[in-house]
């Protein structure tokens, strides 16, 4: 579900971009879509490690695909930004699609879905992020590191071990 939260979060700080007369992005609305492409890529990565499946081949096709998220387009990679932002859309939700009809606290994947079909559908989903990432010009595994850095100062360990309340809530408290 967090996954599909940051996709919309994501979705939301692209939009602005469409539109025939769209002026370059602002450093702190480019900042905010780099912050949400690190958001989504850390959940997709969690998820991949929570189903036991391998994100580096995907990773790496996608990186490959795109040109390597350096911010030039090569010919392989078609269509638009907004066919991206669909398809990533699309593709979070054909994985949510799986846990939808799961039962309350089983931890096994519903037996209309194999492993192999959400295997594919999570590639999907890492497909659709390196090539909206492609058109932006941003580095989806250097968005995630910044991220992973901003969280690190957020979140401090010391306070936030064990706990669900978020960073302002953490930040009164004495170590």
């Known amino acids: 579900m967090a996954l599909g939260g940051e996709v919309g979060e994501l979705c939301l700080e692209i939009a602005p971009m469409f539109g025939e007369d769209v002026p370059p992005l602002p450093a702190k609305a480019r900042a905010s879509v780099h912050h949400e492409v690190g958001d989504v890529t850390l959940y997709l990565l969690r998820l991949y490690d929570v189903l036991h499946v391998d994100p580096t081949d995907a990773f790496i096709r996608s990186q490959v695909l795109s040109g ?9 990679m078609r269509g638009s930004l907004a066919q991206a932002v669909c398809q990533l859309s699309g593709s979070v939700g054909m994985v949510l699609e799986v846990f939808q009809w799961q039962e309350s606290g089983s931890a096994a994947l519903p037996s209309r879905v194999d492993g192999r079909e959400l295997e594919r559908r999570l590639h999907g989903v890492s497909g659709s992020l390196w090539a909206i990432a492609e058109f932006l010009g941003i580095d989806v595994l250097a968005a995630a590191e910044a991220k ?14 064990g706990s669900s309340r978020k960073y302002t809530e953490l930040m009164g408290e004495d170590e």
């Open 68 to 76: 390597g998220g350096d911010g030039s387009a090569t010919p392989k």
């Open 148 to 161: 992973l850095a901003a969280n690190e100062l957020r979140y401090p360990v010391s306070l936030s071990r």
